[in-house]
């Protein structure tokens, strides 16, 4: 079993940036790709991006302008850099980790088999 915790959300205001992660903990060995993804309440969780075990990244087309995932093995960290943030960036922000290495849809949720709680950003004008 693989436990993800997020931090390093807060409120920011327009134009800012801030830096997410996300630490893994337990069998990480076991983890393929990992994932960002954001809620609104009310709306779906949408995929923000994905980086698989070879270091590769997959964007959504709207934000990878603005946002950079990367990951370090050896600390078993995530991390999501936001730049440029918009108070439409306001939203839950969750990690997600996967047992498959190369996942055909990483923007989806059910390609992955674990998430964290959450941390909360908000962006103000």
């Known amino acids: 079993h693989v436990q993800l915790v997020e931090s390093g959300g807060e409120s920011v205001q327009a134009g800012g940036s801030l830096r997410l992660s996300c630490v893994a903990s337990g069998a990480t060995q076991d983890i393929g790709c990992m994932g960002w993804f954001r809620q609104v309440p009310g709306l779906e969780r949408e995929g923000i991006g994905s980086?698989?075990?070879?270091?590769?990244?997959t964007y959504a087309d709207s934000l990878k302008a603005r946002f950079t995932i990367s990951r370090d093995n050896a600390k078993s960290t995530l991390y999501l850099q936001m730049n440029s943030l918009r108070p439409e960036d306001t939203a839950m922000y969750y990690c997600?980790?996967?047992?498959?290495?190369?996942?055909?849809?990483?923007?989806?949720?059910?390609?992955?088999?674990?998430w964290g709680q959450g941390t909360q950003v908000t962006v103000s004008t």
């Open positions: 997600a980790a996967g047992l498959s290495t190369k996942m055909f849809a990483p923007l989806r949720e059910d390609e992955y088999n674990y």
């Open positions: 980086i698989d075990s070879d270091g590769i990244t």
